[in-house]
C-alpha cells in the first residue's frame, strides 16, 4: 500500500478541561475524528477544533458517541435503535453546523470507544448508526473496524465502510482491540508503534499481544488523541510513514 490516512481523536476537552493537544496533532495527521460534545467537547471547543483544522488543511470527520460525557463514551448505554439513531443524527448536525461556519463540511463519521466496540458485533446498533448516516445524506464513508457488523451494514446500505487500525493500541489473535482493562492494551513506545504501522502499512499484519501474526486490512490508522505523549506519538508514525515511501492522505 502506497497511501494511508492517518487519524486521531481530537476536540475533546470540555470547558475549562483540557484534552490533548490538537493543534500539535495537526500537524501530523491527515484526517480529525471530532467529539460531538456527547462524550467530550462542548460547542466552543467544536468550533475551535474546526477553525484549527481548516488552517491545518486536515480532514473533518464527525466522532459520534453514546450519550455518556460523564463515563467519556467508554460505557455501553442499553438504547433503543432508534433513539440511538437520533443520538448520531444530532451529533452530526451540531459538528456540520460549527464545521460550516470554520469553512468546511463533515466528510466521514466515526463512532468513538463503547459505540465503536459495541457495534463491531451488536447487529441493532450497527444498524442504528448506518441509519442516521444515510438519513443526515451526502452518502459519507464510515470509519470502521475491519470484520465488524457495522462494517457489514454500511456496505449493504451502499455507505463507503473505510477499515482502519490502531497505532497505540494491542491487538487479539482475531483482529479486535484488546479490552482497556486487560494488559497490553495502550501502546506507549513511539518507536515500537511506528515500526507496527509501517509494516501494517507494507504487509497488512500486525503482532497481537500473544505473539501470532494477524493480518488487518487498513485503510486508515488512528493515533488517539488523549493518550499521553500523543502529538509525539503522532510525529513519529508519520515520519516513518514518509521514510518507507507511504503517502499520507485523507481518505475522504
Given at each position: 500500500m502506497?497511501?494511508?490516512?492517518?487519524n486521531s481523536d481530537v476536540g475533546e476537552s470540555f470547558g475549562a478541561w483540557g484534552m490533548g493537544d490538537d493543534a500539535a496533532v495537526f500537524r501530523s495527521v491527515s484526517s480529525?475524528?471530532?467529539?460531538?460534545?456527547?462524550h467530550a467537547?462542548?460547542?466552543?471547543?467544536?468550533?475551535?477544533?474546526?477553525r484549527d483544522a481548516v488552517a491545518a488543511g486536515v480532514t473533518v470527520g464527525a466522532?459520534?458517541?453514546y450519550r455518556?460525557?460523564?463515563?467519556?463514551?467508554?460505557?455501553?448505554?442499553?438504547?433503543?435503535?432508534?433513539?440511538?439513531?437520533?443520538?448520531?443524527?444530532?451529533?452530526?448536525?451540531?459538528?456540520?453546523?460549527?464545521?460550516?461556519?470554520?469553512?468546511t463540511t463533515v466528510r466521514y463519521v466515526k463512532p468513538h470507544g463503547a459505540l465503536y466496540n459495541t457495534i463491531v458485533h451488536h447487529e441493532t446498533h450497527a444498524q442504528?448508526?448506518?441509519?442516521?448516516?444515510?438519513?443526515?445524506?451526502?452518502?459519507?464513508?464510515?470509519?470502521?473496524?475491519p470484520g465488524s457488523a457495522a462494517l457489514r451494514a454500511a456496505e449493504?446500505?451502499?455507505?463507503?465502510?473505510?477499515?482502519?487500525?490502531?497505532?497505540?493500541?494491542g491487538y487479539t489473535p482475531e483482529g479486535t482491540l484488546v479490552s482497556r482493562r486487560e494488559p497490553g492494551a495502550v501502546l506507549h513506545d513511539a518507536a515500537q508503534v511506528t515500526e507496527r504501522m509501517v509494516r501494517l502499512a507494507e504487509d497488512g499484519t500486525l503482532t497481537a499481544v500473544d505473539g501470532s501474526t494477524v493480518r488487518i486490512h487498513a485503510e486508515s490508522i488512528c493515533v488517539h488523541g488523549d493518550t499521553p505523549g500523543a502529538a509525539a506519538m503522532a510525529a513519529e508514525?508519520?515520519?516513518?510513514?514518509?521514510?518507507?515511501?507511504?503517502?499520507v492522505r485523507s481518505f475522504a
Open positions: 502506497t497511501v494511508m490516512d492517518l480529525a475524528n471530532v467529539a460531538c460534545g456527547f467537547g462542548d460547542p466552543s471547543v467544536m468550533a475551535q477544533t474546526c466522532h459520534v458517541a455518556d460525557l460523564a463515563g467519556f463514551g467508554r460505557r455501553f448505554l442499553d438504547c433503543s435503535p432508534t433513539e440511538l439513531a437520533d443520538d448520531v443524527l444530532y451529533q452530526m448536525g451540531a459538528l456540520e453546523a460549527v464545521a460550516r461556519a470554520a469553512g442504528a448508526v448506518v441509519n442516521a448516516v444515510k438519513a443526515f445524506g451526502g452518502n459519507l464513508p464510515l470509519l470502521l473496524l449493504k446500505a451502499g455507505l463507503r465502510a473505510v477499515p482502519e487500525a490502531f497505532a497505540d493500541r508514525v508519520r515520519a516513518g510513514l514518509d521514510r518507507a515511501g507511504i503517502t
